[in-house]
């Protein structure tokens, strides 16, 4: 029964993947990075259940590089997270987004309306920053982000 379910599930991901480079390739003609970058982690799941990491990994990389072109930070920190990067300093993915924001020169209004979340939020995020990095301005988080290459 077991062996059933695992070959279904691989049958699944083989018709997935299919219908995924399909769209991707779509996505590209059409000149839509962002979207063809989403199909593109979709694919790389579907590589990893068929057992090929190194391609999930390409698809996931690839990905990433667009995702941070476009200055798609919540996609990118998602798809980082799927590659096993680990955040600087024990940072979450939130404060990662946090700090590339303070990073490009934002302030805590206008973060807490690009990430949708309240001032209090980011406040308490730039907080932890400080914390978790042991800096005490952001200019320093801004040359720790630019150290550690998350901008």
Not at 32 to 51: D, H, I, K, Y
Not at 72 to 92: K, Y
């Amino acid at each position: 029964m077991e062996q059933d379910h695992s070959k279904k599930k691989e049958q699944d991901a083989r018709r997935a993947l299919s219908f995924l480079r399909q769209s991707w390739t779509t996505w590209c003609e059409l000149e839509a990075p962002f979207e063809a970058s989403r199909t593109a982690v979709l694919t790389a799941l579907a590589c990893r259940e068929l057992g090929d990491e190194d391609a999930a990994k390409a698809e996931l990389t690839g990905a990433c590089e667009v995702f941070e072109r476009l200055g798609a930070l919540r996609d990118l920190a998602r798809t980082e997270a799927l590659l096993g990067v680990a955040p600087a300093g024990g940072l979450t993915s939130r404060e990662v987004e946090v700090l590339r924001l303070i990073a490009r020169g934002l302030t805590n209004p206008v973060i807490a309306e690009k990430l949708h979340i309240s001032e209090k939020t980011v406040a308490r995020h730039v907080s932890n920053i400080f914390l978790k990095l042991d800096l005490s301005s952001r200019s320093a988080a801004t040359a720790d982000a630019f150290q550690h290459e998350l901008v």
